[in-house]
């Protein structure tokens, strides 16, 4: 099982993809995860305050996205550049 962390904001989203089996609590809880869903719209200074340990981590930012795309996205670790 997958343990995500979503930003605080996203608890309705994050109750949503419980359901697809994953494991969600909130960034702040200081619990180690393997990918973090944000809202660009909603935290403008997020990458200034994330910090991990050091392993990579999965951003995924749900802002227009389905619950379904990304219950998707987080399952095969789907991305595309950021440039």
């Given at each position: 099982m997958k343990k995500i962390g979503y930003i605080k904001?996203?608890?309705?989203?994050?109750?949503?993809?419980?359901?697809?089996?994953?494991?969600?609590?909130?960034?702040?809880?200081g619990m180690p995860f393997d990918a973090l869903i944000y809202s660009e719209s909603e935290n403008t200074n997020l990458f200034s305050t994330i910090?991990?340990?050091k392993k990579p981590l999965f951003l995924l930012n749900v802002r227009n996205k389905s619950?379904?795309?990304?219950a998707e996205i987080l399952k095969n670790q789907l991305y595309s550049s950021m440039f």
């Open positions: 904001g996203l608890e309705k989203y994050a109750t949503q993809l419980e359901e697809f089996g994953f494991e969600l609590f909130p960034y702040e809880s910090s991990v340990d619950v379904v795309t990304s």
